[in-house]
């Protein structure tokens, strides 16, 4: 069993550690923030062998040449972007391993160009990045919306119960658009009030499910590319 755990950092972003306890190994998830890796690390007495980076931005590879000098971790990141120190380019249908589990390297580009995830089909996990937040998706800074839209398609063809681990805590921002775009769904407005009330209750609110996605992330539910490039441009302008 893979033992999954957010480190908080910055405003609002999630670094996951993952450890598996048979092997003894722990993976960390885009460490942008080098500082609450190691504290936390240390804290659970677990020894960090692999950095994984899902694409290159700063708040998600900022950490990596300090997390490696000081832990001796081998860093795995996108074969097409420029990732610090990485030790092995990763590509669609490549493979990272951490004990006996496998997560498999899909492309998902339209955030970034050369943005990954990571699928533990077994583990009923992946690993997201920026690409899809719970009720909502990454914004199409270097990708174009056909290559976002076909993204999200790719992740919400797992099986409804995967958990996604995205890498941000956007969620009420996100189901109040939700709410917005899609005034009819009563699966969205449920999720609107039980994500208030996590939130006052000082929760977080990821990982998600492909199932709760398919039902009330409007980005999702677009009925078309078209839709969804409108969606993904008014939301860039959305107050909640
Ligand atoms: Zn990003």
Redesign the pocket.
């Known amino acids: 069993m893979l033992d999954i755990v957010p480190v908080p950092a910055f405003a609002d972003n999630y670094l996951w550690l993952v450890h598996e306890a048979d092997s003894g190994e722990t993976a960390v998830v885009d460490p942008g923030d080098p500082a609450p890796i190691l504290a936390e690390l240390d804290r659970r007495g677990w020894k960090l062998t692999q950095i994984w980076n899902?694409?290159?931005?700063p708040?998600?590879v900022g950490g990596n040449v300090a997390v490696k000098e000081a832990t001796g971790a081998r860093i795995s990141g996108p074969a097409a972007e420029r990732i610090p120190g990485r030790d092995v380019e990763l590509g669609e249908g490549d493979n990272v391993r951490l004990g006996g589990h496998v997560g498999r390297v899909i492309e998902v580009p339209g955030?970034?160009l050369g943005?990954i995830a990571l699928l533990f089909e077994n583990d009923r996990v992946a690993f997201v990045?920026?690409t899809l937040f719970a009720m909502g998706c990454?914004?199409l800074?270097e990708g174009t919306p056909e290559q976002m839209y076909a993204s999200l398609g790719r992740l919400m063809a797992l099986p409804d119960d995967t958990r996604l681990y995205c890498?941000h805590e956007y969620t009420l921002a996100n189901a109040r658009y939700a709410a917005y775009a899609e005034p009819d769904n009563d699966a969205v407005a449920n999720r609107l009030a039980a994500v208030e009330a996590m939130r006052a209750a000082g929760q977080i609110t990821v990982p998600t499910t492909v199932a709760e996605e398919r039902a009330t992330n409007p980005f999702v539910l677009a009925d078309d590319v078209r839709e969804f490039a409108r969606r993904r441009t008014e939301k860039d302008s959305f107050r909640s």
């Open positions: 899902t694409h290159w931005h708040d998600h955030h970034t943005h990045g920026d990454g914004r800074f890498a």
